[in-house]
């Protein structure tokens, strides 16, 4: 593990590579009590020649940048934690299978260490780094998901920090997940509003292939960066693999608000070609169903198919580009 801490006096402390080790903290450490934690979820490849790489690792920094300062913690160099990084990545190196679809994930974490109960920006914090072989999320194959839309709980708000990954943001989705689940679901769709935006689907940015009502154009569409969704590196992957292969072919590829009424419109008239969800650890995760008052919203699936087509292509373009096979700017190759 990577570990470095931090303090209002000194700054940042030389960092360490250690083994992975339990932390050692005060019953009164301010993120126990007022959730000074945020954190990253991103992974590091092996290619066909052994070399390990790291995807997009500039936006995971930018993005564990904009956490931390949001609640307080101090930020860093984003360059010289991807060095860090990568240095780390590559003395575990035996632990990254090489075969296809597994990967090392690497979770960067900061917390406040400051032993207080009063509430202030902390003193002092650790930014440490873990990581663990992970395998396919489907090891059998594509697997679509129903999803609950979910109108009872909000996941985020206008104003609030449902756009920075903090660990607050995940404990409260979790009695809505297993009630969801307990009707027989395996996510929630969460809703916003008297409007019923569509947001994220569990955590995972959302997407959709419709023909547009208006223009009669495919269109695939994705909520907008308006501070209730997370700025998924795999989102914003998606939209350039799009934007980059699908709109030469004549798709419209927007980033805007829509509903779920909208949604369940399009499959009634036949519009809605696919839905999927997009993140770190599925790529992309295919959609069914989704059940909204009362009725069942079919995805654009056939019963004996798992995911459509466009999901289909992201996921293979999006490894190509992770492992190596297309070279590009989007894999960083980690020094040796």
Not at 99 to 108: A, C, D, E
Request: charged share 25%; hydrophobic share 40%; net charge neutral.
């Amino acid at each position: 593990m990577i570990t470095v801490e931090w303090n209002k006096t000194h700054g940042w402390l030389a960092p360490h590579i250690v083994p992975y080790q339990n932390l050692s903290l005060d019953p009164a450490t301010c993120v126990f009590h007022y959730a000074f934690e945020c954190f990253e979820g991103m992974k590091a490849y092996k290619d066909k020649a052994g070399r390990v790489r790291l995807f997009r690792p500039d936006k995971n920094m930018e993005r564990f940048n904009k956490s931390a300062a949001r609640i307080a913690l101090p930020t860093f160099g984003g360059t010289a934690l991807i060095d860090l990084i990568s240095r780390f990545a590559q003395l575990d190196a035996r632990f990254i299978p090489d075969q296809r679809g597994y990967s090392l994930y690497l979770r960067p974490t900061m917390i406040g260490t400051q032993q207080t109960l009063g509430v202030g920006p902390p003193g002092s914090a650790l930014l440490y780094v873990i990581a663990s072989p992970v395998g396919p999320y489907y090891p059998t194959g594509f697997k679509a998901v129903s999803l609950e839309a979910t109108d009872y709980a909000v996941r985020a708000w206008p104003g609030g920090v449902g756009d920075k990954k903090l660990g607050a943001n995940y404990a409260p989705c979790i009695v809505p997940q297993r009630e969801a689940m307990s009707r027989g679901f395996q996510q929630n769709l969460w809703l916003f509003g008297d409007d019923e935006y569509i947001t994220e689907v569990g955590t995972m940015n959302m997407f959709a292939a419709l023909v547009n009502k208006q223009t009669g154009q495919k269109e695939l569409v994705t909520a907008p960066l308006d501070g209730t969704i997370l700025e998924g590196v795999t989102r914003d992957s998606v939209l350039a693999l799009a934007r980059e292969r699908l709109a030469p072919e004549g798709w419209m590829i927007s980033e805007r608000k829509f509903t779920m009424r909208e949604l369940a419109e399009a499959a009634a008239e036949g519009r809605l070609i696919e839905a999927f969800g997009a993140g770190t650890a599925a790529i992309v995760s295919p959609i069914r169903a989704i059940s909204w008052k009362g009725q069942l919203v079919h995805c654009g699936l056939a019963k004996d198919e798992e995911s459509g087509e466009i999901a289909t292509k992201m996921k293979n373009w999006m490894e190509a580009r992770q492992y190596g096979d297309d070279e590009h700017e989007w894999s960083y190759v980690c020094k040796e």
